[in-house]
């Protein structure tokens, strides 16, 4: 077993339990002694393999001296804390707190793998909101610092480069010289949820900016991963393990550096959630209406009243600015539209752009009203 392969399966049938699933629940409960058996086995530091019949180690360190799967301690405490949602039985989140304060002195150490660092933020804010303790909240910032400063900071407009954007792209690993459609797309779910768990917290400015601008380049640059975007000769033609057909909408594994070729380990089936995170969290169904809004940066309490208005918070931080976009989805003209923000008297100015639709400059952490009215 892969340290954290146990937990993320777990993650997934607590969410699905959670929205009432009484399967997933009880495959949920059923399985939680056997993971908080291993995490008293291990006292709440992972290898990197054992055996699931005896425990034994078979791997323990990721590299000499550096010991095992690190951030396993945090994506267990969100394990745990979702039993504690499930159950309100006070030992899951005991436990929760118990891993979560082996993580404290491990810096940037903290990260092994990009998602379970994600998902190991949110739990640890989430834990602060529920006892206040300080420690577990400057915890979810060191979770969120390994994350940044496992990033690529520039374009790689060189080589093959030039045919995708790379600004703000996330390495998987540590160690990874390329970026991994899966991975990317849990943490940018994974901080959807850290911006909305954050709601009503004074957290820093600086992560509020960091989360969301990492959110708008992602949605940006996300299309990428499908081969049919691409120009085949960026394309392996010969990868290590499975192949690249470039006329399918299955998403790359990996997006190399400008001088390689892309798809060294083929098409990523598991990777097609991509599309399925971004579109319910950027483009804003209106009920009963021929028009949607589309937001590149992360919104909260979106509400729609029918034939009237529109209201939804912009997340992040007010010093930087977003896109916002009124689409047409039927054949009928636009209405006229009137955009006001929080803080402003003045309605925001359109700017009119290809087949009819109309774009905005919002901020972050505002509130955005859309009201029209029809000719």
Same mark, same amino acid.
């Given at each position: 077993?892969?340290?954290?392969?146990?937990?993320?399966?777990? @993650? $997934? !049938? +607590?969410?699905?339990? /959670?929205? *009432?699933?009484?399967?997933?629940?009880? &495959?949920?409960?059923?399985?939680?002694? %056997?993971?908080?058996?291993?995490?008293?086995?291990?006292?709440?530091?992972?290898?990197?393999?054992?055996?699931?019949?005896?425990?034994?180690?078979?791997?323990?360190?990721?590299?000499?001296?550096?010991?095992?799967?690190?951030?396993?301690?945090?994506?267990?405490?969100?394990?745990?804390?979702?039993?504690?949602?499930?159950?309100?039985?006070?030992?899951?989140?005991?436990?929760?707190?118990?891993?979560?304060?082996?993580?404290?002195?491990?810096?940037?150490?903290?990260?092994?793998?990009?998602?379970?660092?994600?998902?190991?933020?949110?739990?640890?804010?989430?834990?602060?909101?529920?006892?206040?303790?300080?420690?577990? @909240? $400057? !915890? +979810?910032?060191?979770? /969120?610092? *390994?994350?940044?400063?496992?990033?690529? &900071?520039?374009?790689?407009?060189?080589? %093959?480069?030039?045919?995708?954007?790379?600004?703000?792209?996330?390495?998987?690993?540590?160690?990874?010289?390329?970026?991994?459609?899966?991975?990317?797309?849990?943490?940018?779910?994974?901080?959807?949820?850290?911006?909305?768990?954050?709601?009503?917290?004074?957290?820093?400015?600086?992560?509020?900016?960091?989360?969301?601008?990492?959110?708008?380049?992602?949605?940006?640059?996300?299309?990428?991963?499908?081969?049919?975007?691409?120009?085949?000769?960026?394309?392996?033609?010969?990868?290590?393990?499975?192949?690249?057909?470039?006329?399918?909408?299955?998403?790359?594994?990996?997006?190399?550096?400008?001088?390689?070729?892309?798809?060294?380990?083929?098409?990523?089936?598991?990777?097609?959630?991509?599309?399925?995170?971004? &579109?319910?969290?950027?483009?804003?169904?209106?009920?009963?209406?021929?028009?949607?809004?589309?937001?590149?940066?992360?919104?909260?309490?979106?509400?729609?009243?029918?034939?009237?208005?529109?209201?939804?918070?912009?997340?992040?931080?007010?010093?930087?600015?977003?896109?916002?976009?009124?689409?047409?989805?039927?054949?009928?003209?636009?209405?006229?539209?009137?955009?006001?923000?929080?803080?402003?008297?003045?309605?925001?100015?359109?700017?009119?752009?290809?087949?009819?639709?109309?774009?905005?400059?919002?901020?972050?952490?505002?509130?955005?009203?859309?009201?029209?009215?029809?000719?």
């Amino acid at each position: 077993m892969d340290s954290w392969y146990l937990h993320h399966p777990l @993650l $997934n !049938l +607590s969410r699905l339990a /959670l929205k *009432g699933d009484n399967v997933c629940k009880k &495959l949920f409960l059923d399985s939680l002694e %056997y993971a908080i058996k291993v995490a008293h086995r291990f006292n709440y530091r992972w290898p990197v393999f054992y055996k699931m019949d005896t425990m034994e180690i078979i791997k323990a360190e990721t590299a000499e001296g550096m010991g095992g799967e690190k951030d396993v301690a945090g994506i267990y405490t969100h394990v745990m804390l979702q039993a504690w949602e499930l159950t309100k039985e006070k030992r899951y989140l005991k436990e929760a707190e118990k891993a979560a304060k082996t993580l404290q002195g491990m810096g940037f150490q903290l990260f092994y793998q990009a998602n379970n660092t994600a998902f190991s933020s949110g739990a640890l804010l989430r834990l602060y909101k529920i006892t206040g303790n300080a420690v577990y @909240l $400057n !915890l +979810s910032y060191m979770c /969120l610092a *390994g994350i940044f400063r496992n990033t690529r &900071l520039w374009d790689c407009n060189y080589g %093959y480069g030039k045919n995708f954007p790379t600004f703000f792209a996330l390495f998987p690993l540590n160690d990874a010289p390329y970026t991994a459609v899966y991975e990317e797309q849990e943490v940018f779910c994974a901080l959807h949820d850290y911006l909305k768990h954050a709601e009503g917290v004074d957290i820093l400015p600086s992560v509020k900016l960091l989360v969301a601008e990492y959110i708008r380049y992602l949605v940006d640059r996300a299309a990428y991963y499908y081969p049919t975007l691409l120009p085949p000769d960026m394309l392996e033609e010969k990868p290590k393990v499975g192949e690249v057909d470039p006329k399918l909408w299955i998403a790359l594994e990996d997006l190399q550096d400008g001088w390689l070729k892309s798809g060294t380990v083929g098409q990523q089936v598991y990777g097609a959630g991509n599309a399925f995170g971004i &579109l319910p969290r950027h483009y804003l169904q209106v009920p009963g209406e021929e028009f949607m809004v589309y937001i590149d940066y992360p919104t909260s309490e979106f509400s729609a009243r029918k034939g009237q208005h529109i209201h939804f918070s912009v997340l992040g931080d007010e010093r930087l600015a977003c896109r916002m976009m009124i689409l047409k989805t039927g054949k009928t003209k636009l209405p006229e539209f009137t955009v006001t923000t929080s803080g402003n008297k003045e309605p925001l100015p359109s700017k009119n752009v290809k087949q009819g639709n109309i774009e905005y400059t919002v901020h972050g952490n505002q509130r955005v009203t859309i009201s029209w009215r029809k000719s």
